[in-house]
């Protein structure tokens, strides 16, 4: 069992930047592939990027490649998510998932069974 809180969402500018940053507490930290994942009004829960416990891999949608950048410290059982150049677009709600799967990096939402309570993000235009 892991318990994930995020932080760090807001109110920005078209092409502002913020950080999320999601703590996890419970079980080892590096037991988990980590997640981010958004869901904005009246969308279905998508995928945005995700990790593996080693950071040895790592995949974004493609819709944040090149702006969002995804980053753990084992150290802190912390993970981040640089998200630079924001679009209206990315106004959402978003939420840090983790799941066991630790060699890979799911992008469904039922991979996860481990999820924080999400930060609302809101890009202004």
């Known amino acids: 069992q892991v318990q994930l809180v995020e932080s760090g969402g807001g109110m920005v500018q078209a092409g502002g930047s913020l950080r999320l940053s999601c703590v996890a507490s419970?079980?080892?930290?590096?037991?988990?592939?980590m997640a981010w994942f958004r869901q904005a009004p009246g969308k279905e829960r998508e995928f945005v990027t995700g990790?593996?416990?080693?950071?040895?891999?790592?995949t974004y949608a493609d819709s944040v490649k090149g702006r969002f950048t995804i980053a753990r410290d084992n150290a802190k059982n912390t993970v981040y998510l640089q998200m630079n150049s924001l679009k209206p677009e990315d106004t959402a709600v978003y939420y840090c998932?983790?799941?066991?799967?630790?060699?890979?990096?799911?992008?469904?939402?039922?991979?996860?069974?481990?999820w924080g309570q999400g930060t609302q993000v809101t890009v202004s235009s």
């Open positions: 998932a983790a799941t066991a799967q630790r060699f890979r990096v799911a992008s469904t939402p039922s991979d996860y069974p481990y």
């Open positions: 419970g079980r080892t930290f590096t037991s988990y592939t």
């Open positions: 990790i593996t416990w080693n950071s040895g891999s790592i």
